[in-house]
């Protein structure tokens, strides 16, 4: 509830988590304002095990299109990746939001702002934390992945990476 207060508090449009088990999904949306997620656990690809979800404010944000890939050699279904000692996986959303046209001309008959539609992506994951080979391998997919799936169009990558920003697979994202 702490946290939950806190979001509610802080009201962010978009964010995501890790290692949220399905039964906190549930509390979690009971207790946010205006919230909604995608994410799938991890273990089934439905509700085992823990869900790296993204948590979305439906008054501001529309999704697009979602979907989740797992950390793996087989990123499609439940296993584990490489050296891992945990099946992981990456939930991600296209979304639009509406933001102000901050180019529109200022004028006597302006009537307010225009809003113009922009979409992006948003990523979120888990990596291993024992497995350095699956983080890289991970790090390499992912990148991969978002290349396939975003096509350029803008991305937020957000997660626990179990590195800091002087690690190799910090390189391989950035």
């Not at 304002?33 to 501001?60: L, P, S, W």
């Not at 950390?71 to 296993?79: H, I, V």
Request: hydrophobic share 40%.
């Amino acid at each position: 509830q702490v946290i939950c207060d806190q979001v509610n508090f802080m009201a962010p449009e978009i964010f995501g988590t890790q290692e949220v088990l399905y039964v906190q999904l549930q509390d979690m949306q009971k207790a946010l304002d205006g919230y909604d997620y995608i994410g799938i656990g991890r273990d089934d690809g439905h509700h085992g095990g823990e869900h790296e979800a993204v948590f979305y404010k439906t008054d501001k944000l529309q999704l697009l299109d979602h979907g989740d890939f797992w950390l793996s050699e087989t990123p499609d279904k439940p296993g584990l990746g490489w050296d891992a000692v945990c099946i992981r996986i990456c939930t991600w959303g296209k979304f639009s939001a509406k933001v102000p046209d901050l180019n529109q001309r200022r004028g006597l008959f302006n009537h307010g702002p225009r809003y113009i539609e922009r979409v992006f992506y948003f990523f979120t994951l888990h990596m291993d934390h024992v497995g350095v080979v699956a983080r890289r391998e991970a790090a390499k997919l992912v990148v991969a992945k978002i290349r396939e799936i975003a096509q350029g169009t803008p991305v937020i990558l957000t997660g626990d990476f179990n590195v800091d920003q002087n690690d190799e697979i910090y390189t391989i994202f950035t």
